[in-house]
T-cell receptor, first 111, second 113 residues
Framework: GQQVMQIPQYQHVQEGEDFTTYCNSS?????IQWYKQRPGGHPVFLIQ???SGEVKKQKRLTFQFGEAKKNSSLHITATQTTDVGTYFC???????????WGAGTKLIIKP | EAQVTQNPRYLITVTGKKLTVTCSQN?????MSWYRQDPGLGLRQIYY???????DKGDVPEGYKVSRKEKRNFPLILESPSPNQTSLYFC????????????FGPGTRLTVL
């Protein structure tokens, strides 16, 4: 019930192509957070979405929260080598406000 | 500089030898948490703490202990490590985890032989 499914597990793109990762839940999300983890690094917070239908942008990154608050996406336009890493979504859950994490999508730039 | 520190960063040990991984944050955060990260499984929460002397189990608490005697420190204790606890461990802190960003430590790579 509280799990979040994140797809795809991997995405290989040529530099300059776009990248999208999706996060889906069977239950309504109170909020969704997105994190980036560079290879060998630790997760770093990118953004939090709270409102139905919310769209936020950070330079080439666009974050969306579905109208029904059951899904979210992260889209990167014109990927660069600095975008390489794994992108995680995480939902708030329970009275203690734990975070439940998606399995992550690894962005790989083809040589 | 606001940060979460963990020590050690790397550790190789043998089955059954007790170990402690330390975690400290300097942001006066009430909430702290331990995760383990394994390939294909994302981040799984081991234990968390809402405040001093308040700890609770996460999704995978078996084989681990924690304590929160001071606000800034949240050590992870493996009383009798086993090879299935070989993993990458992250400590994190936040004001309130479900509504505020979590700040992560650099990670501790543990190998249990």
């Amino acid at each position: 019930g509280q799990q979040v499914m994140q797809i795809p597990q991997y995405q290989h793109v040529q530099e300059g192509e776009d990248f999208t990762t999706y996060c889906n839940s069977s239950t309504t999300l109170s909020n969704i957070q997105w994190y980036k983890q560079r290879p060998g690094g630790h997760p770093v917070f990118l953004i939090q979405l709270v409102k139905s239908g919310e769209v936020k942008k950070q330079k080439r990154l666009t974050f969306q929260f579905g109208e029904a608050k059951k899904n979210s996406s992260l889209h990167i336009t014109a990927t660069q080598t600095t975008d390489v890493g794994t992108y995680f979504c995480a939902r708030g859950w329970g009275s203690n406000y734990q975070l439940i994490w998606g399995a992550g999508t690894k962005l790989i730039i083809k040589p | 500089e606001a940060q979460v520190t963990q020590n050690p960063r790397y550790l190789i040990t043998v089955t059954g030898k007790k170990l402690t991984v330390t975690c400290s944050q300097n942001m006066n955060h009430e909430y702290m948490s331990w995760y383990r990260q394994d390939p294909g499984l994302g981040l799984r929460q081991i234990y968390y703490s809402m405040n001093v002397e308040v700890t609770d189990k996460g999704d995978v608490p078996e084989g681990y202990k924690v304590s929160r005697k001071e606000k800034r420190n949240f050590p992870l204790i493996l009383e009798s490590p086993s090879p299935n606890q070989t993993s990458l461990y992250f400590c994190a802190s936040s004001l309130n985890p479900g509504h505020n960003e979590q700040f992560f430590g650099p990670g501790t790579r543990l190998t249990v032989l």
